[in-house]
């Protein structure tokens, strides 16, 4: 979503761009105290600081077909995700939201993302709700997948899955907000 922002491949006479690395559901906070120009957000944030901020035109992570995924230690079944603890990378993500559209009936035990299979390990959930790269690693650290939200959601709806998107703030100068590629 930021590629040619941290590469310098874009670069600005008027706009001075630093990289600020942060988990998503620190990024969604940030933006609700409208602390950035420019930010990475969750779609399921924007509604929550969309008084602050326009989405981009550019930049963007939608999955087709795939998506945050729920893990657990052992195999379950979809259906036995109902009452369980599942830990989840934030309540402002999107990958939190499809959980709860897709199951509705669960304990949200909040983690940061790259603790999630820690988290279930150490049973101190029964389920994890991962994003990035864990979704690459589950199944090596033994982990079995439950199910793919991407997938459901494709399966359910047809359509792609929006997770993330760059945001650049309403109160920006019209010359600055051109310059920052609005």
Not at 148 to 162: A, E, H, V
């Amino acid at each position: 979503m930021f590629y040619a922002l941290a590469t310098r491949k874009i670069r600005s006479n008027l706009v001075e761009f630093r990289h600020v690395l942060g988990d998503i559901q620190t990024l969604n906070h940030k933006a609700r105290a409208g602390e950035y120009e420019l930010t990475a957000i969750s779609y399921h944030a924007y509604p929550f600081v969309a008084d602050k901020y326009r989405l981009m035109a550019a930049g963007s992570s939608v999955g087709d077909g795939y998506g945050p995924m729920v893990v657990a230690a052992r195999p379950l079944a979809v259906e036995e995700l109902k009452g369980k603890r599942i830990a989840i990378p934030g309540k402002l993500t999107t990958a939190y939201l499809t959980l709860r559209l897709m199951q509705p009936d669960f304990e949200a035990v909040e983690t940061p993302f790259d603790q999630i299979l820690d988290a279930v390990r150490d049973n101190q959930a029964d389920a994890g709700l991962i994003i990035h790269e864990a979704q690459l690693t589950y199944a090596s650290s033994g982990f079995h997948n439950v199910i793919d939200l991407g997938r459901w959601f494709k399966d359910t709806y047809d359509l792609p899955l929006p997770l993330g998107a760059n945001a650049l703030r309403r109160d920006l100068s019209p010359e600055m907000a051109s310059e920052c590629c609005a």
